[in-house]
């Protein structure tokens, strides 16, 4: 098996590991850092705010799909015992 050493790990001419500078000059990139991946540019993340409307009605069909009212989803929340994974998941976007 091969010894992996620092080297191995750091660039040449990295500052990792010393206490003669601040840490932002001493953070530089080192041979496992990927590329980032994408810029704000080209992020295709769309974002929709519902209404009032469609939100409680939102939140009344995922209660009766678990079979809940929003009193016994907030007792679960009380007592932290969700019935279910989803209900807690209901609880994290609603409570």
């Not at 932002?24 to 991946?37: D, E, F, I």
């Not at 678990?66 to 907030?74: D, F, K, P």
């Not at 007792?75 to 609880?91: H, K, Y």
Request: proline share 6%.
């Amino acid at each position: 098996m091969a010894r992996v050493t620092k080297r191995d790990l750091v660039a040449e001419d990295s500052t990792l590991g010393s206490t003669n500078q601040d840490p932002p000059a001493a953070w530089k990139v080192n041979k496992m850092t990927p590329p980032l991946a994408a810029s704000a540019e080209q992020d295709d993340t769309l974002t929709w705010k519902p209404s009032r409307q469609e939100w409680d009605a939102f939140v009344q069909r995922q209660l009766d799909e678990l079979g809940l009212t929003y009193e016994a989803l907030a007792d679960q929340a009380a007592r932290r015992d969700f019935r279910s994974p989803e209900a807690l998941v209901l609880w994290t976007m609603i409570g």
